[in-house]
């Protein structure tokens, strides 16, 4: 950290001292002449001057609230409720800057003048704000892809250590789901449209993985644009799911500072209840009750001791021992920004700092970034930039996976107890052999740490050349590097029972005997990318507007990881490879180096600013496929129509902007295993030869089919939008449908081979799919008196149908309607259709068969679920089943942001939700006593006998079935809308009030701006009553979307501040 400091303190003072030194010299480069403004406010000088007016809009209303600064320095104030100013400033030649959201800038020299009136234009001029895209920059005007932008400001007003979850809810179409809150598990999932997870752009370079994506620091982005249909073809390889481009701040101007720091409380958004020890003793002695020839589990006189909570007989509650209610979390921002016309800068430091919730304090996740972005003019027309970037993270954890920790919580039962004779460090053992509590010391079980060393940089010159107008020559290096270092003690342990007859009564459990290990993994990353550029822009006779560019890229990676695992022979000795055994170990690793190669090409047209056109393609080189497949030409092309430029439109005044556009192109996937078409024996894999002394050696495989045909999966992308603008622009709608079609998904034939053929069969492109889908964003924005306001909702709806699926030829009808796939949504689960519960014997007795071809010989019970006999055989099985239920992976994202801003107050709420998706329940949670363990608090509203000890007594009616054993349960646990619930959710994502204090007040010591704020996130979440406690949002395990498992969504309540000096 010392190193950072000093270098961050070089860079401000190199920054300062040049700038002063420019401006004290009148450096005269490119013809401009630049001025440094005094420092500070010098209004003690005997040129100053008072100066007063009038600010109003358009429609001559006086605007109150407007910022009246003069340039280059700190002296400023705002226009009182008619929209009157007065401010004394240095001498005449000084320059008034005024600004007021949703209105352009202006700035007035003062001249000599006392008074200075402005009318301030509303800001349609969104349309000229430059977008960055696929190798370039656009105005926003004239733009013909369908591409969303986001602001720094809008991506901070959400709190959250992982940069996906401060976009979510933002952007149409940009659909991102929280898995997981512990701390350090960037693993949300983020996809386009519903395509997939697209790649990662930054600042004109392509960085692997949203994991690198999430470590971002919020604070060093200027800006986001995600490329959501063709136009993303320019990127190449992976582009078909969209690409997201991050471009960081640049520094200008005078020299700024500064900090902000945010602390937080985090707890679970809801938490599903486990039975208490009263509830579990009475479900589970119903349940031996209701065996063949069942006994109680307990007298009647004990169970009441549990209900009554009687010495002896108190509940456990595992969740509360072993989890806080509430972890901390604490963000610190450090930046300098400055420049003139020889050097702009910005320099930022970042930290945070998150507990895990867990009540040993041994989980948790720490990050340093820090950035250093330097752009220099080296000579005439000659520009240098230099931008690099590091990071260093460190997560730690206990040796045992949380996942088993927490499913201790769910399991393990409130009966007992976590001590061995009450005596706290004396673990107990436990039915379910997960004691939460012991498996989450570090000092007991072990621990898992981690650590990341991340570096980013390149160096880029521009040229202009100055014989040829608009033209430019550019070339870039980079060069990334990543690290990480895995450590991992897996560490044998003892549990106690207690024996008041031993000499020592606390008699150990050993625990892991065998299988305790220490593990060692290390990989090292890195990427060299090279890019050549050459740009051309200009315009011919004031109508015809060229922009060109072509680029030649070459990427090359290097990744190279080794793992290797010791186990300790009985006892454990030290967390050093070298003190563990040596004659059980495991090792392996992999070197691998890959490359591409790619020419680049996008031309825009527009004729008078009204008629657009672009072109844009990419020929790529893949070393995966043959010689005669290896190369890919994806091109792409769009066209617009910016209607509000024809002078028909005049007469329609209220439309301030109406755009219609829509693109097409081909996107290049990879796809299937690499060098399919070199013949030749595969090294490792994994089939082994024991000779006579018993040892296994290691061999090659025969070699595979060759296909020198595998190719590229093309996705071919038709996009159809419009852009509308209302009243200035104080309405704005954005629409679009889009349609993508995936060919030549790489698959095998699935075809029966003899057993004597010796191999199979290769990967095609045989595979095809569809996805469809809209999207859409409606803003509205106003002022009224000296409030500002603003309303935007996002809209996503997208399925995804499989065109051809490669498989064998189908047994019979219900075969084809069961198991086909071809021609249907991949988005569908089937289940059996729940009618209802039994209400009595007479039911059961004239009720289709329950259990399939098993008939009844699980004895069904009033309360017990049933199903509809889809086919009328009297028999419920498979062939019941039918196509009800969505998959667990939402069809429908939406979100709403409203901002509003008064006297220096400000306000953000965020509204974000999915829906069309389901959420599975298994195992603990829908399976009494799964595991020989507890079981949810829901099941103990359930059927049972008014005396369980008197089989003739009433039912007394509940909402689940009677309490039986995993064996005896029949069909209970099928899969139906009892254990598939519509999991769709809205939910208030956040929060968050300030105040920034007036400047006059604040002027006086020095400082700039000063905001102080509260925030939420996650606060809270409106969904179905027997979903909301396990997160609908989180996604857990495969084959579905289960529930309830992994470590927590989080909300936080969080208190920070912004300092800028």
Do not use: C
């Not at 996740?365 to 460190?394: C, P």
């Not at 109508?543 to 090359?556: I, T």
């Not at 139906?976 to 002027?1003: C, M, N, P, Q």
Request: net charge neutral; hydrophobic share 35%; charged share 20%.
């Amino acid at each position: 950290m010392r190193k950072i400091s000093m270098f961050l303190l070089f860079m401000i003072g190199v920054g300062s001292f040049l700038q002063a030194q420019t401006g004290a010299n009148d450096l005269n480069i490119e013809g401009h002449h630049s001025t440094q403004s005094p420092p500070g406010n010098v209004l003690s000088s005997s040129h100053a001057i008072s100066v007063s007016g009038t600010v109003t809009e358009a429609a001559g209303a006086g605007m109150p609230g407007v910022n009246v600064i003069e340039k280059g320095t700190t002296n400023g104030t705002v226009t009182d409720s008619e929209g009157k100013f007065s401010l004394t400033v240095a001498d005449q030649s000084s320059t008034l800057v005024f600004s007021f959201i949703g209105y352009v800038t202006q700035e007035i020299v003062v001249d000599g003048k006392t008074v200075i009136d402005v009318r301030l234009e509303a800001d349609v001029a969104t349309l000229n704000e430059v977008v960055v895209v696929g190798y370039a920059e656009q105005k926003r005007e004239s733009l013909t892809g369908a591409i969303s932008t986001i602001s720094t400001k809008e991506i901070q007003t959400t709190t959250h250590t992982s940069l996906a979850q401060k976009l979510q809810g933002k952007l149409a179409a940009v659909n991102i789901r929280q898995n997981s809150g512990q701390p350090g598990d960037f693993n949300s999932s983020i996809n386009i449209r519903g395509f997939g997870e697209p790649i990662y752009v930054i600042d004109g370079i392509r960085r692997e993985g949203g994991n690198e994506f999430q470590r971002l620091n919020p604070n060093d982005i200027e800006s986001i644009t995600v490329l959501k249909d063709a136009s993303a073809a320019i990127y190449g390889l992976g582009a078909s799911n969209g690409v997201i481009l991050i471009t960081t701040k640049k520094g200008s101007g005078r020299p700024t500072f500064n900090y902000s720091v945010v602390a937080g409380a985090m707890t679970p958004t809801d938490m599903p209840k486990m039975a208490n020890a009263a509830q579990y003793v009475q479900m589970y002695n119903d349940a031996q009750l209701f065996r063949p020839g069942g006994q109680p589990y307990l007298p009647k006189e004990e169970i009441q001791k549990y209900i009554d909570g009687a010495p002896g007989y108190e509940s456990t509650d595992w969740y509360d021992l072993t989890m806080k209610k509430y972890a901390t979390q604490i963000q610190h921002n450090l930046s300098a920004s400055g420049g003139n016309d020889f050097m702009r800068y910005f320099i930022g430091l970042g930290y945070v700092n998150e507990q895990g919730l867990l009540k040993s304090e041994d989980m948790g996740y720490k990050r340093y970034n820090i950035r250093a972005n330097v752009t220099m003019n080296l000579a005439k027309n000659l520009e240098g930039q230099f931008l690099v970037a590091g990071r260093f993270d460190e997560r730690w954890e206990p040796g045992e996976n949380f996942f088993n920790i927490f499913k201790g919580t769910r399991v393990t039962l409130p009966i007992e107890k976590p001590y061995a004779n009450n005596t706290p460090g004396f673990y107990a053992p436990v039915l379910s052999t997960q004691n939460p509590l012991a498996l989450s010391e570090r000092d007991l079980t072990g621990y898992g740490e981690g650590m990341t060393r991340n570096l980013q940089s390149s160096f880029s010159l521009q040229y202009k050349v100055p014989f040829v107008k608009g033209l430019s020559l550019k070339g870039v290096a980079s060069y990334d590097a990543n690290n990480y270092q895995g450590k991992s003690l897996f560490k044998p342990y003892n549990l106690y029972t207690y024996d008041e007859n031993e000499s020592n009564p606390y008699v150990p459990v050993p625990q892991r005997l065998g299988t305790g290990n220490l593990g060692n993994y290390n990989s090292n990353n890195n990427a060299v990318t090279l890019q050549g550029y050459i740009n051309y822009d200009n315009n011919f006779f004031g109508k015809h507007h060229v922009n060109a560019v072509f680029v030649v890229e070459q990427n090359q990676w290097n990744d190279r990881w080794s793992n290797l695992t010791r186990y300790y022979a009985g006892f454990y000795t030290k967390d050093q490879i070298r003190f563990a055994d040596r004659q059980r170990m495991e090792n392996d690793g992999l070197e691998n180096q890959s490359a591409s190669l790619s020419y680049i090409g996008r031309l825009n047209y527009d004729f008078k600013g009204k008629y657009l056109l672009e072109l844009a393609g990419r020929y790529m080189g893949s070393y995966a496929y043959g010689p005669s497949n290896r190369w890919g030409f994806h091109p792409v092309a769009s066209v617009g129509w910016r209607v509000t430029g024809e002078k028909f439109m005049e007469r329609f005044a209220f439309i301030s902007n109406l755009k219609l556009r829509s693109s097409y192109g081909m996107v290049g996937s990879g796809g299937g295993i690499p060098f399919q078409f070199v013949p030749g024996y595969v090294i490792g894999s994994g089939g082994s030869y024991e000779f006579a002394d018993g040892t296994l050696t290691t061999g090659v495989g025969a070699p595979p089919i060759v296909n020198e045909n595998l190719s590229w999966i093309t996705s071919k992308q038709f996009d159809l939008g419009y852009d509308v603008g209302l009243f200035d622009d104080k309405i704005v709608f954005e629409f679009d449908w889009y349609n993508r079609k995936l060919e030549g998904i790489p698959t095998r034939r699935n075809v029966s081979l003899p057993n004597t053929f010796g191999s199979e069969l290769p990967e095609e492109n045989i595979n095809s799919q569809l996805t469809r889908g809209i999207e859409f964003t409606l803003t509205y924005k106003n002022r009224f008196d000296e409030l500002t306001y603003s309303v935007s909702g996002n809209f996503n709806y997208a399925r995804t149908k499989n065109l051809h699926v490669e498989r064998g030829g189908f047994l019979n009808s219900w075969d084809r309607y069961r198991n086909g796939q071809a021609d249907r949504w991949n988005d569908i689960e089937w289940g059996y259709t729940y009618t209802g519960q039994f209400q009595n014997e007479e039911e059961l007795l004239y009720a289709p068969m329950q259990n399939g071809d098993q008939g009844n010989i699980r004895k069904e019970l009033p309360g017990d679920f049933r199903y509809k006999d889809l086919n009328n055989d009297g028999v419920i099985d498979g062939q019941d089943e039918a196509p009800i239920f969505y998959d667990g992976t939402p069809k429908i994202h939406f979100g709403l942001n409203v901002n509003a801003a008064w006297k220096g107050f400000d306000l953000n709420i965020l509204l974000q939700g999915a829906a069309k998706y389901t959420l599975y329940f298994s195992e603990v949670y829908a399976e009494l006593f799964a595991f020989r363990g507890n079981t949810p608090a829901y099941f103990y509203d359930r059927w049972h006998k008014a005396d369980p000890y008197d089989p003739d007594s009433e039912w007394v009616k509940g909402e689940w079935p009677a309490s039986r054993t995993v064996e005896t349960v029949g069909r209970m646990y099928a899969e139906s809308s009892k254990w598939r619930k519509d999991a769709s959710y809205l939910r208030i994502k956040s929060v968050e009030l300030g105040y920034t204090l007036r400047h006059s007040f604040i002027s006086k010591v020095g400082i700039q701006s000063l905001r102080l704020y509260v925030s939420g996130f996650n606060l809270h979440t409106f969904a179905d009553s027997f979903v909301k406690p396990f997160d609908p949002e989180k996604l857990e395990g495969s084959g579905g979307n289960r529930a309830g498992f992994t470590y927590p969504v989080i909300k936080s309540y969080n208190v920070g501040l912004n300092l800028s000096f």
